[in-house]
């Protein structure tokens, strides 16, 4: 299980856990699970999509960063 935290510079949308997530890279768009490798890479404009227990959410953003480690992934984004 990821531990999964979005941010925008309004507000805290999301900070909880999930099974995976799936960001639009400027490289491209990669899926995010458990026992991901370090990474940090760019978001441009896309779904972040994330699975909790409450099913699919999916989240449009203007660009941003991700940071993965130890199964914590955060988010930092323009909605």
């Known amino acids: 299980m990821l531990t999964l935290k979005i941010v925008s510079p309004e507000k805290i949308v999301y900070d909880g856990p999930c099974e995976r997530v799936k960001v639009p890279g400027t490289l491209g768009s990669f899926e995010i699970l458990d026992n991901h490798a370090p990474i940090i890479s760019s978001l441009e404009t896309g779904v972040v999509e994330y699975v909790t227990e409450a ?7 203007d660009g941003g960063f991700v940071s993965v480690r130890q199964n914590e992934v955060n988010l930092c984004v323009e909605i």
């Open 55 to 61: 099913g699919t959410k999916s989240l449009e953003i």
